[in-house]
Every structure is written in C-alpha cells, then in structure tokens.
C-alpha cells in the first residue's frame, strides 16, 4: 500500500459559469504538450474556505487540504487579477475504494465531474513542480476553472510562481480574469453545494 504523501503548494485559482471560453482553450493549447482527463471526485462541502476534504475519483484516495494563511490579492496584468492561496495537502491511499454514491443521510458529499486540461512545467532547475489548468465542472451545473500550481519546498515555490505567473498572464492571454472570481475550490463548493445537513439527521432540538 501507498505511503501518505504531503504537499506544499502555492496556488491562484478563478471560476467562470458555462463552459471554458475558446480563446482559453487555444490558448493553453500554444503553451505546449498537454494532457486531458475526466474524472468524478466527491466533495465534502466545506463549512468554511479554508479547508477542503475529497474522495478521489476511482475512490483510491482520500484528500485533506488546509490553506495556510489569508489569500493574498495580486494584480498579475491589467485584466487579470487573483488571490494567492497557500495550501498544504495530505493524500490518505485507501486499500479498497469506498462506494462512490452519494446518496448518504446527510448529503454533504457533492459529486464534481471534471474535465482537465494541464500543461506540466518542470525546468529542471529544482523541486518544485508547476501546471496550469483550464478545467470544464459539473457539479451539477456547468462550470469551468483556470488554475496555475507551483508545489514543494517553501523556500522554492514562491519564485517558481513568480517567474511562471509573469510569464502565463502576459499581454497576450486572451481573457480577462476578475478578482471577484478568485478563489479556491472550498470557497467555490461552498456557493454551488449544500453546506447544511439533511434535518432528518439531526436531533430534534437542532432541526
């Protein structure tokens, strides 16, 4: 079986409704060799944005992530402006996958299906890892997310980001990303999930 893994991870994420605008696409598509995959996780909807809680698609593993710190607001170009997350991830390997219907008592657990699209950078020069994401969700309405990563020691993420982000939302990307639009995965669950319990499973006196 699989050891528990951590991972340190600087992140700026937005969210859009509806499918992933074209030029997003074309875009990602310039940068070089990507790769595409679907998957369904299921989402502990979280009670508040600093934390997030999964159950990976194919049930192999169980994620915890907790954010470290306050986001931090960064104009990265006239048009696109995010909030920098730092998140701190432990991955659980499960020996055998759960049942993935959500279909339990209390229905916080929120199927998100997910069509990602990244591009992998790694210069070699040290160890941390870098993507961007553009993904297509559905959860149950559609929606789509644009997402650059930089994981690993501390001491190397915030520069890899830095060099990458200046790099990515240049002059030339082709849409513009809003502040009010920038956030990470807990926040957005916590706007398009149930966040309550069903009252059937609570005692009488908190219903």
Same mark, same amino acid.
């Given at each position: 079986m699989e050891h528990v893994t951590e991972t340190n991870a600087l992140e700026v994420r937005w969210f859009g409704s509806g499918t992933p605008p074209s !030029? =997003?696409?074309e875009w990602l598509a310039r940068r070089g060799t990507t790769d595409?995959?679907?998957r369904t996780d299921l989402y502990v909807a979280p009670p508040v944005p600093s934390s997030n809680l999964k159950l990976r698609g194919g049930g192999d593993a169980i994620e915890l992530k907790r954010r470290l710190g306050p986001p931090?607001?960064? !104009?990265f170009g006239p048009d696109v402006i995010g909030s920098?997350?730092? &998140?701190?991830? &432990?991955? %659980?390997?499960l020996a055998r996958a759960p049942p993935t219907s959500t279909g339990d008592a209390t229905w916080l657990w929120t199927p998100v299906t997910k069509t990602?699209? =990244?591009?992998?950078f790694d210069d070699g020069s040290g160890d941390a890892l870098a993507h961007v994401e553009v993904s297509e969700l559905t959860a149950p !309405?559609?929606? &789509?997310?644009?997402c650059l990563e930089v994981s690993g020691p501390p001491a190397e993420t915030a520069a890899a980001f830095d060099t990458l982000a200046d790099d990515l %939302?240049?002059?030339? %990307?082709?849409?513009? =990303? !809003?502040?009010?639009?920038?956030?990470g995965y807990a926040e957005w669950l916590r706007r398009v999930a149930e966040t309550e319990p069903m009252a059937d499973v609570l005692v009488p006196s908190q219903r």
């Open positions: !030029a =997003l696409d595409t995959a679907t931090e607001r960064r !104009a920098v997350e730092q &998140w701190y991830k &432990w991955r %659980f390997p990602r699209t =990244l591009r992998t !309405a559609t929606a &789509w997310t644009c %939302f240049g002059d030339d %990307f082709p849409v513009a =990303l !809003a502040a009010d639009r920038s956030f």
